[in-house]
């Protein structure tokens, strides 16, 4: 993995661009409508190889979050969200907690998994937190 570096993105502008084979810009982005991306390479590598274990599409359903989104969601005061660092994603056809299974298999002693009802979140923080949501 190439550290948790974080990269800024014009939503207008690089939406298309690819981070890996299978995710673009555009599926980071803030659903408050910002133009500002902000992705962690690292955390898209993770997504990329989650993606080709389960050979199927990985939805991001929370990217990256600007302070007021995240403030709106609900969301942790220092959450991994607002750095560009983590996402919540779906797999259809596959539980949450295999999701979080194959994750830890790639962040070994570090990082974000949460397991909720829906989702699963994964995040590249330094520091190994796992939780149920």
């Not at 983590?86 to 070994?108: M, N, Q, W």
């Not at 699963?120 to 330094?126: F, L, N, S, T």
Request: charged share 25%.
């Amino acid at each position: 993995m190439n550290g948790a570096r974080v990269e800024a993105y014009s939503r207008a502008k690089d939406g298309a661009v690819a981070l890996t084979p299978h995710f673009r810009v555009w599926e980071f982005a803030c659903h408050d409508g910002t133009d500002t991306v902000f992705v962690s390479r690292e955390l898209a590598e993770v997504l990329e190889a989650i993606r080709v274990h389960f050979d199927r599409p990985v939805v991001v359903s929370s990217g990256y979050r600007t302070e007021a989104h995240n403030a709106a969601k609900g969301g942790a005061a220092y959450s991994r969200h607002k750095y560009g660092m983590a996402a919540d994603i779906r797999i259809y056809g596959v539980s949450p907690a295999d999701i979080a299974a194959y994750a830890e298999t790639l962040l070994k002693g570090r990082g974000g998994i949460g397991i909720y009802k829906s989702f699963c979140h994964v995040d590249v923080r330094e520091t190994r937190s796992r939780w149920q949501g």
